[in-house]
């Protein structure tokens, strides 16, 4: 089998710099700060490598986004409550969107090194819309919900990474406040029309 040690090199390689990558955006200041010869030398592999597995930074930075948000994603295409599909929608939408929000404040570098990668809009990625999917599938099984495909946009844009480092760094919210007021304010617009209208005039 020539072809199974360069398969396992690649494979080795493509580890190494998702986990160097990972660490560098965990302790950097600012996700900028992180280039492709800072990953390239704390994986211990030439630049070449990283751009044949990856094609650019931005598609490093996809592809660790992906890696980190696999769990989430796996629970809530396949596990129990409260993320799973067969969870309540006005029990499953909150916790999707908890869930969301938790790991942005636990990846905010990273986080936000996706969102600003520029190209193409972000609303296409194939992470957000398989959120916004989700979302607004979950929205369509509420009885009598209007409108789902743009409250399920509404409410992604709630957990954005640059407004959670927003909140977390000028308005110094604790990880705790940030996660109850995003839950009273997914409430209301789970609630009655009255309350949705109320959410939406905030």
Not at 144 to 161: I, P
């Amino acid at each position: 089998m020539p072809d199974r040690k360069p398969r396992v090199d690649a494979a080795r390689n493509r580890e190494a710099v998702l986990a160097a990558a990972d660490a560098l955006f965990a302790r950097c200041e600012s996700p900028e700060a992180v280039t492709m010869a800072d990953i390239a030398a704390a994986a211990g592999v030439g630049k070449a490598t990283l751009f044949r597995g990856f094609g650019d930074r931005t598609g490093l930075i996809h592809s660790l986004f992906a890696m980190r948000l696999a769990p989430i994603g796996r629970a809530a295409e396949e596990g129990p409550a409260p993320l799973g599909p067969d969870t309540p929608p006005q029990e499953r939408v909150p916790a999707l969107l908890d869930a969301l929000l938790c790991f942005k404040l636990d990846h905010h570098h990273l986080a936000l090194a996706l969102e600003g990668t520029g190209g193409d809009s972000p609303y296409r990625a194939d992470h957000y819309e398989w959120w916004h999917g989700t979302l607004r599938s979950a929205l369509d099984r509420i009885p009598g919900f209007t409108d789902s495909d743009f409250t399920a946009h509404a409410l992604l844009a709630a957990v954005r990474a640059d407004l959670v480092e927003h909140l977390v760094d000028r308005r110094h919210l604790t990880r705790e406040e940030i996660r109850s007021r995003l839950a009273s304010y997914v409430a209301r617009v789970l609630g009655p029309p009255s309350d949705r209208a109320d959410a939406v005039r905030l």
